[in-house]
């Protein structure tokens, strides 16, 4: 029988080892997450910075015709950074609060839409209060669809009387967070004089690149939020906002029309809505869906019960 010899096992060899180790997961994760929390964040924060830079870019042109025509070209597309925004104030994008203000400063020149004060109407007032339609409780819905004669309101009409009482309203729920509403104030000090020194080099540029359609998205903003909870008078929330689930809709809004899901747990990232909306969709009523238009269901004149 012959007898077999194995080969000697080879020296140790650092230096080899070193170039041949895989990397410490420790920094891979680093990599990934230091800045973002989520991955999905990338491509909103990738459509801010290029809406940014064609604001730049309009801006520094010679012409304010020119300048005004590419806003105008532009607006269209630069809404739907309100999406992003109406997200980041949800869902903080970056790890680094520093970034994040940067980054509402960039969303404030294309929605018009601040830092602290939205994130007090909206998430202090609307999605603690959406439920309650009456006009004349002191906690009502600032988004109510309901007038002071207890009937439906007309979209504008609507949409006039958000714009109308936003700040009021902020200001109302600011005496339940006074820290927010100080840092309001004091962001809104901070945007007014930067509005302020670009209106003194430019004026008219500043005013068609920006100013113009700040106001246009906060318009657009109001005008399109009258859909979402328009005839639903209950306290169920899986009755109490309507849900788009046309999936070129909620691409282009990033999972807005998954509002259902997105008012049941308000602090999801948005790219969790749609797993969420599946778990829920049976709870969901068949008169709850909808197709962007106004609801079937709302047509008719509702009155308070």
């Known amino acids: 029988m012959t007898k077999t010899t194995r080969s000697p096992r080879p020296a140790f060899n650092a230096g ?43 801006f520094l042109q010679s012409s304010v015709l020119v300048a005004a025509f590419g806003a105008v070209v532009l607006w269209p597309i630069q809404t739907r950074t309100i999406y992003i925004a109406h997200n980041h104030h949800h869902h903080p994008i970056f790890r680094v609060r520093s970034l994040n203000l940067l980054f509402e400063t960039l969303l404030f020149l294309q929605t018009g839409m601040p830092s602290f004060g939205f994130p007090l109407h909206h998430n202090r007032g609307h999605h603690v209060s959406y439920r309650n339609q009456n006009p004349g409780h002191s906690d009502a819905d600032p988004h109510s669809w309901i007038g002071v004669n207890g009937q439906q309101l007309g979209r504008w009409a609507y949409s006039w009387r958000l714009l109308r009482i936003a700040v009021p309203t902020a200001r109302h729920l600011g005496l339940r967070h006074p ?13 007014g004089v930067a509005i302020t020194l ?21 318009v657009a903003l109001s005008w399109s939020t009258y859909v979402h909870h328009l005839g639903l008078l209950t306290n169920d929330p899986y009755c109490a906002s309507y849900t788009n689930v046309d999936s070129w809709a909620n691409r ?20 969790e809505l749609p797993a969420f909306h599946a778990r829920i969709a049976d709870r969901i009523p068949e008169h709850c869906y909808y197709d962007g238009k106004v609801p079937a269901h709302a047509k008719s004149h509702v009155h308070l019960p």
């Open 16 to 58: 080899a080892r070193e170039r041949i180790q895989l990397p410490d997961p420790a920094v891979s994760s680093w990599m990934n997450h230091a800045v973002l929390r989520k991955r999905a964040d990338l491509g909103p924060v990738v459509f801010v910075l290029m809406i940014a830079s064609v604001q730049g870019f309009l």
């Open 198 to 218: 670009l209106f003194a080099v430019k004026p008219l540029h500043t005013l068609s690149v920006f100013l113009l359609p700040m106001v246009l998205s906060l």
């Open 179 to 191: 820290q927010m509403w100080r840092k309001f104030l004091y962001v809104s000090a901070f945007y």
């Open 252 to 271: 282009w809004g990033y999972n807005i029309g998954y509002h259902t899901a997105h008012h049941v747990k308000p602090g999801l990232h948005w790219s």
